[in-house]
């Protein structure tokens, strides 16, 4: 398992903080582009190299704030991991309302919420590891996925 963050660059801090709590409290590995070198590519290139990070990663953890308004990369982002059916889930730290679209998956407050999203992604793994060897690897995705929507929005009470 690995949980692709993004952000928005003003949003950076809060970002370093959710990927070192999830790397050392919950052994969870993490891509963050503050410290890849390769994300300072521009254009085309960042675009392709984004999109074969999310490749890498299970599941989409977005950082949102009055900051994303100005991200064109966090909702491409979004998209693409949309298409790949992977969990996406939204962390809004500093209370922000959020768009509509983002309402659709589930969103955490607090890193309390966070070490839940953080049980309830073990848990998706599991089940994705567990039915992956019995169905096609896109159905075994989904399953999992729908069960980590489920498992998560439970906890949080939406």
């Known amino acids: ?41 521009t254009g085309d290139k960042l675009g392709e190299h ?28 979004i998209g693409i991991s949309t298409e790949k059916d992977q969990p996406i889930a939204t962390y809004a730290g500093d209370n922000t309302t959020l768009p509509e679209y983002l309402r659709k998956w589930p969103y955490l407050r ?23 060897p019995f169905k096609v690897e896109a159905r075994a995705r989904q399953t999992a996925t729908q069960q980590f929507y489920r498992d998560l929005r439970a906890r949080l009470g939406q």
């Open 1 to 41: 398992m690995k949980i692709f963050i993004s952000h928005q660059s003003a949003d950076s801090t809060l970002a370093g903080d959710i990927a070192h709590r999830l790397r050392i409290t919950h052994q969870i590995d993490c891509y963050l582009d503050l410290i890849d070198p390769e994300a300072s590519k």
């Open 50 to 77: 984004l999109r074969e990070q999310l490749g890498l990663c299970t599941q989409l953890l977005a950082v949102v704030s009055q900051n994303t308004k100005s991200s064109w990369w966090v909702p491409w982002e």
């Open 110 to 132: 607090s890193m309390v919420e966070l070490d839940g999203y953080a049980q309830v992604s073990k848990a998706a793994d599991r089940t994705f590891t567990r039915e992956r």
